[in-house]
């Protein structure tokens, strides 16, 4: 498996959807924070997945973020992952979604490589091969 670089980036922009909103009393719907985890996300897989060899996928392992902006519904939000970090089959991203006016989250986020194969078999014992 070629390995990504430290510094390579990935950015992907999504519309807020009244789906994917939250809505406070007084106050316009704004995107709710597990939306933004989920993009974030998969910025981060989407970064990885060139460089995954077959019958290889990416796990989330870990995220943390700071949402410190609203962004009402009809925002445009840009998600941005870049490599900070490569341990093995660790790989480790600085995550930030912003909009045209500020940043809207920013954190870390860890993606585990592992074997599909393997995974599935592990499923597998808990669901009784459901």
């Keep these: 498996m070629e390995q990504p670089r430290i510094g390579t ?3 992907a922009a999504f519309t807020v959807e ?3 909103t939250v809505s406070f009393p007084g106050l ?5 924070t597990p939306w933004l985890v989920w993009h974030l996300e998969m910025a981060a ?3 990885l997945a060139p460089y995954l060899d077959e019958g290889q996928m990416s796990v989330g392992t870990r995220i943390e973020i ?3 902006a609203p962004a009402p519904e009809g925002t445009e939000i840009t998600c941005r992952a870049k490599v900070i970090n490569i341990d093995g089959p660790s790989v480790s991203f600085h995550i930030e979604a912003s909009d045209a006016h500020e940043t809207i989250s920013s954190g870390l986020h860890k993606r585990h490589i592992v074997d599909v194969a393997r995974m ?3 499923i597998e014992k808990k669901t009784g091969g459901a």
Excluded: F, G, I
């Excluded at 316009?28 to 709710?32: D, G």
């Design 18 to 20: 009244p789906e994917q």
């Design 120 to 122: 599935a078999r592990r």
């Design 9 to 11: 980036t990935y950015e």
């Design 45 to 47: 897989l989407s970064l």
């Design 66 to 68: 700071d949402h410190v």
């Design 28 to 32: 316009p719907a704004v995107v709710a």
